[in-house]
């Protein structure tokens, strides 16, 4: 099972914490790391990633020290491998060009049916997971789903947050299995749990005041209060919980949005659907 990691806040930070608490599960996770983020607020995204583990790169060492990467989106990944073998192709995150926009994508799961997922964005590499993020992107185009902009970027209203959020419950269901995702423009953070809850997927928003923490599986202690500015707000988005503090689940099927670290939407399965191996049909 592989592991994801999104950023998002409301100023330029570094993501070494969590990027190193990500880090400590590479020993299960060894065929493949990766990490994308929007430098300086461009619209163009720099990924860093290797198709092997992350506990023996130099490059995830490089990368991790707290003067190298700033940025206010992150999307990370630690990959086990179900779908397609160990190539720089096939490790998350990836991306591709879409509305004047770089976008990042990660997933975790395994889709056993790909054969519905066809797209004017052609994959690179093998995976399922790069095979959904050009059907979604495919999608979103078809039902003109973009942001709004009258001369500059305004974002995504509430109309094209439903759309997308269909678009992802159709590749759950055409997909036949798990199916996290998070996924970025630079600006918004996408971050979508498997409908039937067969992936774990948590949040952690962060803001003044702050305190001490402990990271996952190791005995580092951090200060937040001495690393964090009193007026920096954001969320932390991962697979498992990261630190000793107070997490909150995602709800099966629910996707939750956050722009530069505020929250703008979420979204949870209609109270008229139910859940029957792994679809969702109509009550009635």
Not at 213 to 241: F, H, P, W, Y
Request: net charge neutral.
């Amino acid at each position: 099972m592989c592991e994801l990691l999104g950023l998002s806040f409301n100023k330029l930070v570094s993501p070494r914490f969590s990027f190193a608490g990500l880090l400590t599960q590479t020993h299960r996770h060894k065929n493949g790391w990766g990490l994308g983020s929007y430098p300086d607020g461009s619209s163009s995204a720099q990924v860093f990633k290797e198709p092997i583990t992350g506990k023996t790169s130099s490059l995830a060492d490089f990368i991790s020290a707290p003067q190298q990467l700033h940025s206010k989106t992150f999307v990370g990944h630690i990959r086990m491998s179900s779908c397609g073998g160990d190539s720089y192709d096939n490790t998350h995150p990836f991306n591709r060009f879409y509305c004047y926009r770089e976008w990042l994508f990660a997933h975790n799961g395994t889709l056993r049916d790909t054969s519905g997922l066809q797209s004017k964005f052609l994959p690179l590499g093998q995976t399922d997971s790069e095979k959904s993020f050009c059907y979604l992107l495919g999608k979103m185009g078809e039902k003109r789903l973009r942001p709004t902009s009258r001369g500059n970027y305004i974002g995504f209203d509430s109309n094209a947050i439903a759309g997308i959020r269909e678009i992802l419950l159709d590749i759950n269901n055409r997909g036949d299995g798990p199916f996290n995702c998070i996924f970025t423009d630079g600006t918004y953070l996408f971050c979508y749990r498997d409908i039937s809850g067969r992936r774990d997927l948590y949040y952690l928003e962060r803001k003044a005041p702050f305190q001490r923490t402990v990271m996952r599986d190791t005995e580092m202690e951090i200060d937040l209060n001495i690393e964090k500015s009193q007026d920096e707000v954001g969320v932390i988005v991962a697979s498992n919980m990261l630190t000793d503090e107070g997490w909150t689940s995602f709800a099966p099927g629910e996707l939750k949005v956050w722009k530069n670290g505020i929250p703008v939407d979420s979204r949870l399965v209609p109270s008229e659907t139910v859940i029957h191996c792994g679809a969702i049909l109509p009550q009635g």
